[in-house]
């Protein structure tokens, strides 16, 4: 029982260092943006709620031990509109706020272990293996009693989660109607196998939607409720996720896609023509937007992450410094610029982007890509030992505990001891021998 629950334990402090996940602050920050009323209304505090976009189809979302809630990028792309993400989202503040994480630790113990592992076990083999029948040989020997038991008790914590997302929603004056039409989408890609209410974890799919109906008897679903600024803002980041997805298919089908405004359609095919090579054309795109909308960021830091990766640095620093200048305290726009100002090798840039890079690390202590790029701004630097500690930690946060552990006994050798990097050095590679005993 120990081992499967340090499994349980592993699954649920995944980083985001081990799965695909995008990272980008036009997603984030608007993502924040719609989570911002909920989360007041749940009493919980939002600044320290984190956000995980996962590359990945599923429509889905789940929440961690730590206030991290993951949101699968299909989810999304496949939402109506941002009610129906905050109606997703409501549900997952009202796990957190039931503690359903530990009460289902709880309800593990008392399960029988051969029962659950195998019933886990199945599920997990059918996942790695793409075997669909593997679920069914593993776990259909060790179903029993304990393990409906433990199926029913996540079914009344999600009918708990959405009674509780219910009232975080109408606290927060926001409609009721999105999670309506996410559950009805829900149903309706379930047509293809019955529902047994003993092997789902979650209510059945036409109950909730009756209780979510119940609970919105008094809205009228038919108006739309959501804000219209929100909501033309939710429209743009589906078309970047659509461009960047698939940007072959993006310029066949996205001009036909009467969900999207012209605007919304230039952004995704912008980046479309730019993934697929076409710099002239995405670049034409993408200067439209910017003389229309002078005040967005975003679109300012598409055309410079397209100069860069084409070779024209100092054009790309121009315009990376303009959207620092609009968002000034954004850690993932300073790693950008930083990049930037590294790919140029100057002294002077590289100060800069030592400078920026450490701004960042104040809020993304954990982001791969920042201390990859510090390890080697502080090698240009001569600074070979915060290098090697910074290549270290690189390392660690990729997993890779073998080469991270190599790279703290070659800046033993440079740092002085008793001082804040040789300190530091010292924290990670306790960090990295406790984790691995």
Known sequence: MKKFLLLLFFLLSISSNTLGFIRDSEIENLIKDIIAPIANAANQDKKKLKIFIIDDKQLNAFVTPGQKIFIFSGLILNSKNSNALEGVIAHELGHITGRHHIKIYQQLERSRAITLAGLILGTAVSAMTGDPNAAAAIAGGVLSTSGRSLLNFSRVQEGSADQAGYSFLKKSGKSLCGII?????????????????????????????????????????????????????????????????????????????????????????????????????????????????PSNPYFYELKAQMLRENGFLKESLNKYLIVNKLLPNDPLIQIELAHTLLNLDSKDTLDKAIEKLLEAQKKESENNKLWYLLSVAYGRNSEIGKSKYASAYSSYLKGDDAMALSFIERAKKIIKKNSATWTKLINLENKINLEKK
Do not use: M, V, W
């Open 181 to 293: 039409s996410f559950l009805e989408l829900l149903e309706d890609r379930q047509i293809y196998y019955q529902e047994n209410a003993y092997t789902q974890s979650h209510p059945l799919t036409r109950e909730r939607i009756n209780d979510a109906k119940n609970a919105a008897k008094d809205e009228n679903c038919e108006i739309k409720n959501s804000e219209l600024l929100i909501d033309e803002k939710y429209k743009f980041i589906q078309a970047k996720l659509i461009g960047f997805a698939d940007p072959e298919n993006t310029l066949i089908s996205i001009k036909n896609n009467s969900k999207f405004n012209d605007d919304q359609k230039n952004y995704a095919l912008a980046i479309a023509n730019y993934k697929l090579f076409n710099l002239k054309k995405g670049n034409e795109l993408i200067n439209k937007l910017i003389k229309k909308y």
